[in-house]
């Protein structure tokens, strides 16, 4: 059955979770959901499989512009302001006809997944210098040197110009930012909550897309539990036997 993968959310804050371990875990929680399916992109008609989803939160109507109403009011959806285009898995073509527009995407897709794939948008710092943007050394702060300057640029004899791509003072923040393999700490389907470990582009109230990990990574083997065995220990054993 074709599945939606990915969803469309806000980001509600930071806290810390304590494993039972008692180890702490920073953690943020995300308002995922709840999505209604706005369109349905196919194989054959747009070159691709994937679902419009637009996030449900209270919009008035007026908000809308005119295209955007024709373009909800075809399947009687409520306003969104948010929208994206998320994947979907699709194992046969057939199958692809399963996902139809007003259908809701709820965070119990992520029921038994262990990691996340999210996108949002970074905070903006204003106009940053080379040391906080591109995290120059600087010079030294004494002596009367001017420590958070950028430096030489560029030589005057050959080239004679300033190289593209130069790392200089400029705009920082306002970046489309993708935090992959954040690991999935709870789901609250009541809620339609999902807490993740680690930190989230973009502040509180920010629009996030989450997906499904694009690249998982793969599950550490034999370096832990009762039957890995240290070939320090088990030198110094075979030593005392011998």
Known sequence: MAKVTGILGKKVGMTQLFDDKGDVHPATVLQAGPCVITQHKTQTRDGYDAAQIGLVEFMKESRLTQPMKGHLGKNNLPPVKFLREVPIEVEKEEE??????????LVDIFEGEKFVDIVGISKGRGFAGVVRRHHFAGGPKSHGSMFQITGSIGSSAFPSRVFKGMRMSGHMGVDRVTQRNLRVLGVDKDENLLVVEGSV??????????TKAKKPPRERRGFGGAATVDPLKAAKRAAKKA
């Open 96 to 105: 692809a006809a399963a996902v139809k527009a007003g259908d809701r995407v």
């Open 201 to 210: 582009p973009g502040p509180n109230g920010g629009y996030l897309v989450i």
